[in-house]
């Protein structure tokens, strides 16, 4: 295993040892010369010693054409010191020229470390709603069993989701407070995600080779339109919804479930244009290009279903919540009383809430939902308020808010942040506690975010096909000139597979 601190050792480091180690040449080259002195003047033929009479003659001239080796060791030594400081003086001068760099990267701010995690989290949830969308029009021609690993690799990225979700919301409270754990809450975050990721790109090949490859797109086309047919029923029947919830409810109900059905109709038009190129291009056998159009259509087909179906919920719910403000308006005031009479503080502003209700209740159309929101808040801290009618009138407000805004979301994916994200994460998990009334309060604020985030975006005019709204509720990435590629089944790397080429 590679130690951390060889891994984290920086450049300038490294520098300085290449300079210990000229330094060390250096008295190297230099302490051999002085030890080479004796043993090469040792290596010099033995001649015999002369009797000492001859010693005192003159010395004997030694032969011009044989040098001795003692007279070439200086100037070796001389050579072989210049070379290595002249080696010193090259990695000297590569030091100054250079500079000091860090062999990695340089660790990313606090901020860029936050805006990773949240464009991570985007980029998963995404990723996990867009094979959530697809798996339906695969599952029209494919067996529950063929199926099974598909299910379960989006359950998987799913829960990996959860959990990022979770991390970032604990960090956005201010949880851990050390600046080094903090770090590692991002990265933990980022980790998730990507898990998330890998576990549906590792699907996405598989799933186009069962749908695509052997019997080709016509039969998935054929799908898809007749999923459009029975969509574009439904949707003349949510007009139709609208009118009468309206005049029931009054305009404020009217115009958000208006607006649904206007949205509705803005993917199927987009729909029907991408599933006759689909269609087209299926007969003349470019099946690259049908399979894109197609890809296309069935996410738009989608997005109309989860409108439509929003509609309907919303109905249906407004009159339960009807047939329960009654009572539970009834049940609030009888609470409150009890507070008063065993000296619990009731909480300031509770009266006039109620009284607010009574005097709707009286006056005419009025939102029923709105109602059962304002009094399950008012008595949220007293205890009898979690019990009987008040506690399913604050159950059915906050299944109500959290689909609104799980909706909301979903058809507005390009557009929206990671933040009213997380907060639907949250109320989600604030639900299954269970804790509604704080889970419908984190639903309508995530709701309130989403929509400020489409507003920045900027809502787009409808155009004769569709296109914008299809980029804006994700369906088409946005990456080229007629709104770019589908999206797909998989991860960060596979998604985007569709790609015109």
């Known amino acids: 295993m ?52 001859a010693a005192l003659a003159a010395p004997a001239a030694p032969r011009d054409d044989e040098p001795s080796a003692v007279d070439l060791i200086l100037p070796v030594a001389v050579l072989g010191t210049a070379g290595v400081v002249a080696a010193y003086s090259y990695v000297r001068r590569g030091r100054r020229s250079s500079g000091v760099v860090s062999a990695a990267p ?16 985007v980029q998963a949830d995404d990723s996990v709603r867009a094979s959530e969308e697809e798996l339906p029009f695969a599952a029209a021609l494919l067996d529950e069993r063929t199926l099974a690993p598909f299910r379960h690799a989006i359950h998987t990225a799913r829960t990996e989701l959860s959990a990022a979700f979770a991390l970032w919301h604990r960090y956005e409270e201010g949880e851990p407070h050390d600046p080094g754990d903090r770090g590692q809450a991002l990265a933990g975050v980022v980790g998730r995600c990507a898990e998330a990721g890998r576990v549906l790109d590792a699907r996405a090949g598989e799933l186009d ?43 404020t109900v009217g115009a958000r479930v208006a607006e649904c059905v206007e949205e509705a109709m803005d993917r199927l038009v987009f729909a029907t244009a991408r599933l006759n190129e689909a269609r087209r ?18 996410g738009s087909v989608a997005q109309a279903g989860i409108l439509v179906a929003g509609v309907d919920r919303t109905a249906r719910r407004l009159r339960e919540a009807a047939a329960l403000v009654p009572a539970a308006l009834t049940g609030a005031e009888a609470v409150l009383a009890e507070a008063r009479a065993t000296g619990t503080p009731v909480p300031s502003g509770a009266d006039d809430a109620l009284a607010a209700v009574r005097q709707e209740l009286t006056a005419g159309p009025y939102d029923p939902l709105d109602a059962l929101r304002r009094i399950t808040r008012a ?21 109500a808010t959290t689909g609104e805004a799980e ?57 004769a096909q569709g296109t914008s709204g299809a980029v804006l509720g994700g369906v088409l990435l946005g990456e ?22």
């Open 480 to 501: 080229e000139a007629d709104g770019g590629p589908p999206v797909a089944f998989g991860g960060p790397q596979t998604r985007r597979r569709f790609r015109t080429g």
């Open 209 to 251: 080779r069962l749908r695509w490859a052997e019997a080709g797109p016509a039969p998935a086309v054929a799908v898809a339109e007749g999923a459009f047919r029975r969509l574009t029923a439904r949707a003349a029947g949510a007009r139709a919804t609208v009118s009468e919830l309206r005049e029931r409810y009054g305009p």
């Open 407 to 463: 909706d909301f979301v979903a058809v507005h994916r390009g557009a929206v942040g990671a933040d009213p994200r997380s907060l639907l994460a949250a109320a989600v998990r604030t639900l299954a506690a269970p804790h509604p009334v704080e889970g419908a309060v984190l639903a309508r604020r995530a709701l309130e975010l989403a929509e400020r985030d489409v507003r920045a975006h900027g809502v787009p005019e409808s155009d």
């Open 281 to 298: 291009a299926a007969d003349l056998g470019e099946e690259a290009r049908s399979i894109r159009q197609l890809r296309a259509a069935e």
């Open 106 to 121: 340089a660790a990313p701010t606090p901020a860029e470390s936050e805006r990773g995690a949240r464009a991570a989290l």
């Open 2 to 53: 590679t130690s951390s601190l060889v891994r984290g050792r920086p450049r300038h480091a490294t520098a300085h040892i290449r300079v210990r180690v000229a330094h060390a040449l250096v008295g190297a080259v230099a302490g051999a010369g002085w030890l080479a002195i004796p043993v090469v003047a040792a290596q010099e033929p033995a001649t015999a010693s002369p009797p000492r009479t």
């Open 379 to 399: 008595l949220v801290r007293l205890p009898g308020a979690r019990s009987g009618v008040l506690d399913t009138a604050a159950h059915l407000v906050a299944r």
